[in-house]
């Protein structure tokens, strides 16, 4: 007998993974990578026209090819009973009624590509809703994002009018997706509570931008079932089976369940190209000042999720990596980067970094923000700064515990996951040294397409409820790291430092002159 398999795909920044799982036993069957062809587009579009800074695109042709050759790859003559999809958000894109994508009708107009979370060229967009104000801010401490979809909708009304005008549908990529392989359009209550601030009692916000509520839908809760593969998907794939397809969730969000994080006081760290911090409770509380947005069952099914994040983690040491390389390939420098950092004693490279490469998502909401490096002097070596940029990263995730627990959220267990929480202890165990705190790793390879699979299944009624899917499918085991008391009181004067830092107002305004001066000079010479 065919064995029935279920399906998890996890779509990130700069590729697709999948999973293939036997719903008997919970066994991982097979992965596939898929690298998307253009990649992030921040430079120049497809037919070379250039992009100003700060931009960051993707084209949508580039999912659909990933989810042909993934699902392909494991499903073809396979019995498959449900797919789940985890996406980057926030990735808007402005699409036709039926679903065209608007790049395929105007390849050579920027706006009419997906814009990437990372697309920071909205924030005077976010700048001017948070100042107008409205009811629709108050579960998401008074501001939204540049990363999200109302001032990315904002800029597209306002640059580039004769787009707007065309688009039917301005909708989540990953929604885009799901619509894409049902035919259905059926969107994440995810992506719209915590992404385009909709609420069950009020809807999406009015009065932001002409004409938005009519391009977007009434979303659905996770764990929904957006409908069947089509039979287009089923001929191009080789999927026999139900393949139950389910609504679209946030990446960092859909691998809870991967990761036994189902129950109340849970924190997940999802520590990827950004960071994402969720804190799962069953009762309300108000939101914490600094912390990004709450939502209820946008996540885990009837479970209030409180969302905080880092705008830059891993890109951040990706990027020092590249610039100061210290081996023939970037695994090697982490290695040898790795390896003399961990030989530095908390403290002796006396140094202080902000997290703010790629901007800042918490407290202050403000993607004009930069890196600051304190402290260098001619003695100071590149192994110095790495360990100062890894304590900065875990710096930005002490701010985000200490306002969720001043906002009255016992944090009673931390799980840490994604790539980097599995490949590199030495940060792990930097983090539990500086939040002074034990650290759990789950032992799951591809945890965040695990946990899209737990989503497809609960969909197609595989399972009852996602604690069922977790005792099926999640983790099974997990790493311990515990926190070393000898470097607490140095860690304590070290974070002082960085909070000092990070509430200077000087110091903000000169990163925001220094931004707002690269925008003039690109206009400039652009």
């Not at 398999?5 to 990130?12: E, F, P, S, V």
């Not at 036997?22 to 250039?50: F, K, N, W």
């Not at 924030?123 to 994002?145: R, T």
Request: charged residues 20%; hydrophobic residues 40%; contains cysteine.
């Amino acid at each position: 007998m065919t064995a029935s398999c279920i399906i998890g795909l996890d779509y990130g920044t700069g590729s697709a993974r999948g999973v293939l799982i036997d719903v008997a036993t919970g066994e991982q069957l097979a992965g596939h990578t898929h690298t998307y062809r253009h990649g992030v587009m921040t430079r120049s579009l497809p037919d070379g026209l250039s992009l100003p800074r700060a931009w960051a695109l993707q084209n949508a042709a580039d999912y659909l090819e990933a989810a042909e050759e993934i699902l392909s790859e494991l499903g073809r003559g396979r019995h498959i009973e449900s797919i789940g999809v985890g996406f980057s958000a926030s990735s808007p894109m402005p699409a036709t009624r039926d679903g065209t994508a608007l790049s395929e009708i105007h390849p050579g107009e920027p706006h009419a590509y997906v814009k990437l979370w990372k697309h920071h060229a909205a924030q005077p967009y976010a700048d001017a809703i948070n100042e107008k104000g409205g009811i629709f801010l108050k579960n998401f401490g008074g501001k939204v994002s540049g990363e999200w979809l109302l001032p990315k909708a904002a800029q597209i009304a306002k640059e580039a009018p004769h787009i707007w005008s065309t688009t039917d549908r301005f909708i989540e990529a990953g929604d885009w997706l799901v619509w894409q392989l049902t035919g259905r359009e059926m969107r994440s209550l995810g992506f719209a509570a915590y992404k385009a601030q909709y609420s069950k009692a009020d809807g999406y916000p009015q009065g932001i931008v002409p004409g938005l509520a009519e391009r977007l839908s009434v979303p659905h809760r996770i764990g929904s079932a957006a409908g069947r593969l089509s039979k287009a998907w089923r001929s191009r794939t080789g999927i026999k089976g139900r393949a139950v397809v389910a609504v679209a969730v946030i990446d960092s969000h859909v691998v809870l369940p991967a990761v036994g994080a189902v129950s109340t006081g849970c924190l997940v760290g999802a520590l990827g190209t950004s960071a994402v911090y969720l804190f799962l409770n069953e009762q309300f509380r108000p939101l914490p000042p600094g912390i990004e947005g709450v939502a209820k069952d946008g996540s885990v099914r009837d479970l209030w999720c409180y969302e905080a994040g880092q705008a830059g983690f891993g890109d951040t040491l990706a990027w020092f990596v590249d610039a100061f390389p210290r081996g023939a390939d970037a695994s090697e420098s982490f290695s040898n980067y790795n390896r003399d950092a961990a030989g530095i004693e908390p403290g002796a490279n006396r140094l202080v970094a902000l997290d703010w490469w790629n901007g800042n998502r918490v407290p202050l909401a403000d993607s004009g923000l930069t890196g600051l490096l304190v402290g260098l002097t001619t003695v100071t070596t590149s192994s110095d700064i790495y360990r100062a940029i890894i304590e900065s990263l875990c710096f930005g995730a002490r701010t985000v515990v200490d306002l969720f627990e001043a906002g009255g959220l016992a944090i009673q267990r931390i799980v840490l996951t994604s790539g980097l929480a599995q490949n590199n202890p030495l940060l792990v165990q930097i983090m539990a040294d500086v939040l002074g705190r034990v650290m759990e790793v789950p032992d799951i390879a591809h945890s965040t397409a695990v946990g899209a699979a737990i989503h497809g299944a609960v969909a197609a009624e595989l399972v009852p409820s996602f604690t069922e899917g977790t005792t099926r499918f999640g983790a099974r085991r997990f790493d311990v790291y515990l926190p070393n008391p000898k470097f607490a009181a140095t860690y304590d004067v070290l974070y002082h430092a960085y909070r000092k830092l990070s509430a200077d107002e000087t110091i903000r305004h000169s990163m925001q002159a220094l931004t707002g001066l690269n925008a003039k000079l690109d206009h400039a010479f652009g």
